[in-house]
């Protein structure tokens, strides 16, 4: 009878830990499928952006930013304005909550895009961010077009 016992509660354990996993590898397939499907490869322009009351929306008129993807957590980032193109990069964490980004400090208007961004809502066509792990007054919105 013990031996019984033992085995079903290690069967239990076993099957346990493996639908764990399982979930845990759906809704990391999920996340990564909306982010491929919803963001990468598409274009998107700033449609909001604001440190404290200062609106800095103007500075990024006529400007396009896509994510291109080297895997599911970072890849070549490309701005472009008319024939002007600019390469930086963009990162991700691994449930997709930040985003890294990274463009040529010598263009003035990309020192208030380069930083660790948070996701405060994730709805195409608008991706609305804040700052990552900082209250400071920084807004962000890029809507896809």
Not at 73 to 78: C, E, M, T
Not at 99 to 118: A, G
Request: charged share 20%.
């Amino acid at each position: 009878m013990k031996k019984y016992i033992t085995f079903f509660f290690f069967t239990t354990l076993i099957f346990c830990f493996s639908c764990k996993k399982t979930i845990e590898n759906i809704e990391r397939s999920a996340l990564e499928n909306y982010f491929n499907n919803n963001l990468i490869g598409r274009n998107f322009i700033v449609s909001l952006a604001t440190d404290s009351t200062t609106d800095l929306t103007s500075n990024y008129a006529g400007y396009t930013f896509v994510l291109f993807k080297t895997d599911f957590y970072h890849g070549p980032l490309q701005a472009t304005k008319g024939v002007n193109k600019y390469n930086g990069t963009w990162s991700c964490n691994d449930d997709y909550s930040k985003l890294t980004i990274v463009l040529p400090d010598s263009i003035p208007e990309f020192k208030f895009l380069n930083r660790n961004w948070r996701f405060t809502k994730k709805d195409v066509p608008t991706l609305k961010l804040a700052p990552w792990g900082s209250t400071a007054p920084l807004v962000l919105y890029m809507t896809r077009q």
